[in-house]
């Protein structure tokens, strides 16, 4: 335990001595009821310092997070609630969210995205075409310098801007079959070299 811990646990310790001492002082008449308002809030005082102990591991049940394991050349992708398996990558050293789409051909970026990973999208050719659920859409062609998953790295990747409208860029076939394997086992996608 650090020095600034000690000193807020004795703070906290000082004030509800003080808090409780006061309580006692001023209902001597009504103790039974005191006492049972000073339980209730001690046990909501230990429910929040245990929500607070305990909130990285809250967090990552409800939100469980991607695991990369460069050592064995795994990525382990959690199931979202949602059903869809969805992954951070660093692109050009931006990082961007992904669906992770087996139906996709290609890595397919967002306009957001691809301006934020460095390219103008005002300055590139929508002469591709697409189809999606939504019916066709523009894309342009363009290289990504570095898509990286943790310490798994592509280098020089063909991928495309979409000029329609999609919620999250698409990490498609493009990229999954730079695996080796790809399985769905436990609510989550291993990926293996």
Known sequence: MTGDQT????????????????????????????????????LIFLGVIAAVGLWDDIRTTVAPRQAVFSDTGRIVIPQSPD???????????TPIRFVVDTGATSVVLTGADAERAG???????????????NGAVQTAPVRLDRLAIGEIE???LRAFVSAGEMRESLLGM???QRFEK???????????R
């Open 83 to 93: 059903g869809h398996y969805y992954v951070t990558a660093q692109v050009n050293g």
């Open 154 to 156: 592509e280098r020089d």
């Open 174 to 176: 493009t990229y999954l």
């Open 119 to 133: 390219f103008a999208t005002d300055d590139l050719a929508f002469f591709g075409q697409a189809y999606t659920a």
């Open 7 to 42: 000193a807020s646990l004795i703070y906290l310790g000082l004030l509800t001595t003080v808090i409780a001492g006061g309580m006692l002082l001023s209902g001597r008449a009504n103790l039974g009821r005191m006492t049972q308002h000073a339980v209730t809030w001690g």
């Open 182 to 192: 790809i399985e769905i086992t436990g609510g989550e996608l291993v990926l293996t």
